[in-house]
DNA sequence: AATTAGCACTCAAAGAAAAAGAGTGCTAAC
DNA sequence: GTTAGCACTCTTTTTCTTTGAGTGCTAATT
């Protein structure tokens, strides 16, 4: 072992880190002699330059020009997060924040997420993301139909995760006491238990076509019923804290944006199961798509499957070492929220 | 009259106006020469210059610096905009498109007057604020305990506006059925009716109060069923197209986020029922706050009272003389159509 | 009396040149 | 293997100059 030729020694691997590290906080590209300033690294500027040389040539550190210090490159970035940092411990405070976050007494799962999604917005000047729980596990309790005026109804769709929606229709008749009942009887006993991530289009049109005599005063109702289980699967994935990147001027605004419009989409290839509890993407990273920019997302589970996820979304010079921690503590924390409720009361 | 001396004759009108027109183009100070090749202005540089002067004195211009042309100050975009700019017509096809938008059948008021704000936000390229019409002309027209899981329940509130919400609680036990019955009747009784804007904390207060031994168990509903009032009122206001101002370097940033973040506060102040029918706002005027920019808000009537109204809000170089009948335009069509409404169909 | 040509003057913006400075790579000594 | 020393590179900053748009005033013109 000690016989191989070790292109990256522990030297290096520090300098590195140093490097990555006085980045993240300046901003600036760093040079050998800040380096060799540090108190845990004892050589010269000279020795650390020609490490620095060494490391660039393996593709970690990049100089904007000749006469500049360096800075990491994409792998530069991916070698310290994966090896090199030294995670910080959260302070106690913050501990205490989070957990307060947390401990509000909040209806549903989603809510619980989002509030973390908030805090952790709140606590890392960055934006943060969430993929919602309740469209994995949610099924459909309860279809209503309620009427409001001369040829209004309001449909109403209430999950299994406690979560409601409802979507005002105008009809070209009034309804009959009869047709309403019908309507929620039907309801009641093709759509209870159905999961939310099946009811599409195709469900829809084969109730509609076996629903005989009712089938033209009540298809458009059950069109309604069809946009609000396709409204729960939309509204899976929000941002938080969008306004703590529109101000830096790092981070290209119209990318970002078209992020933010696109999030359902993006924000989908980043929870791929293949990959690990936790992920920071960047670069190229899954078709991501703002420069400069890197996103840190942790998965939710509960049962043992991945039900959601809590990521955040900030500059490339994220203080990761400070962040992952944070993200890491909320959603373990989460996990064992909703799968300690789910024992105890059953309503996530 | 002709006997009077004029300090403001035709000439120096139009010359402030032909500035103003061109600012609001380029965002470049005006020359005199610029001024003088405009084909119906038939005086030298020279005569313009003076007059120019003139109208520094009088405060309706400013030059940046000596050696620049002049802007236009507040006092100057106010003349124009009260009495210089001639009002263009609206084309064809923005006819077609602002009527597409709000043929749409939508079903409630609200949801009109929302949809306007995103066509008007789309077409002049700035944000839109709206506030809705639902919280001072609806009424209570259900209210709704839902049983959902153990202990949860989802309340919900209908309006006579068509207008719908819902709320998950958390009781600390479960509901008899008859507490539940007794809780429907309850509301139906004392709440069915009542105005949104009405429906306070004292109200809720009383109706606790009154309701002898179910007090214990169903006050924190009847707290739910106050937060949703509340919702009702908080939602009045809403903004669309903001990020047509953020990309905008000319705003600033910080002070639009503020502006969007207390836009509730701000733009009642901006509603007083002292103006006119359509006002446009900027500098100092009711503790308006965005530098740089102006808001144009016009008000939507029914049965001749302001219900609502709908406001583009833009930089200071606004095409007003374009947009304010845009605006006009709007707010008269969904006057006209929802004042139609309430003849026919009562459901707005 | 109003308008205009002419001209000196001002000042921001753009450009050019010079100086400063941070950091490197290499060589030779330790 | 490490380090001091030094020439070299290239950006950044500063300073100075030039350019040009636009003005205000004066005197001539209509």
């Known amino acids: 072992m000690s016989g191989v030729i070790e292109l990256l020694d522990e030297r290096k691997r520090r300098i590195l880190a140093a490097i990555v590290d006085s980045y993240i906080v300046t901003g600036e590209p760093v040079g050998s002699k800040a380096i060799a300033s540090m108190p845990d690294i004892r050589v010269s500027p000279a020795t650390i330059r020609n490490d620095m040389a060494m490391l660039e040539q393996l593709g970690y550190l990049e100089q904007p020009h000749t006469s500049a210090g360096r800075i990491p490159t994409y792998a530069g970035y991916r070698l310290y997060i994966d090896e ?55 099924v459909i309790t309860k279809v209503e139909v309620i009427p409001t005026g001369r040829r209004m109804y309001v449909l109403l769709m209430v999950t299994s995760s406690g979560n409601i929606k409802n979507k005002v229709c105008r009809l070209e008749f009034d309804l009959t006491n009869e047709q309403m009942e019908f309507f929620t009887k039907y309801m009641a006993e093709n759509l209870q238990g ?80 293949s990959f690990g509890d936790l992920q920071v993407l960047f670069g190229e990273d899954g078709g991501f798509v ?59």
Chains 1, 2 share one sequence.
């Open 290 to 348: 703002i420069e400069n920019s890197s996103v840190i997302v942790s998965k939710i589970k509960k049962g043992g499957k991945t039900a959601g996820s809590l990521g955040v979304i900030g500059p490339m010079r994220l203080d990761y070492a400070k962040i992952i921690p944070y993200i890491e503590y909320l959603t373990d924390r989460i996990t064992n929220l909703i799968s300690e409720d789910d024992d105890e009361d059953d309503i996530f």
């Open 84 to 138: 090199l940092m030294n995670a910080k411990t959260i302070s106690d405070e913050d501990k205490k924040l989070l957990d307060e976050c947390l401990d509000v007494e909040v209806p549903t799962a989603d809510a619980l997420i989002e509030s973390a999604s908030k805090a952790l917005a709140e606590l890392t000047h960055c934006a943060t993301v969430v993929k919602n729980v309740a469209p994995k596990f949610s």
């Open 194 to 273: 159905v999961s939310i991530d099946q009811l599409d289009e195709s469900v829809i049109e084969k109730l509609v076509a076996a629903m005989g005599t009712y089938m033209v005063t009540l298809a458009p109702l059950l069109q309604g019923v069809c946009e609000l289980a396709e409204g729960f699967r939309d509204h899976e994935i929000k941002v938080a804290g969008e306004k703590n990147l529109l101000a830096r001027q790092d981070i290209n605004t119209n990318q970002l944006m078209r992020f933010f419009e696109n999030k359902n989409e993006v924000v989908k290839n980043m929870l791929d199961d």
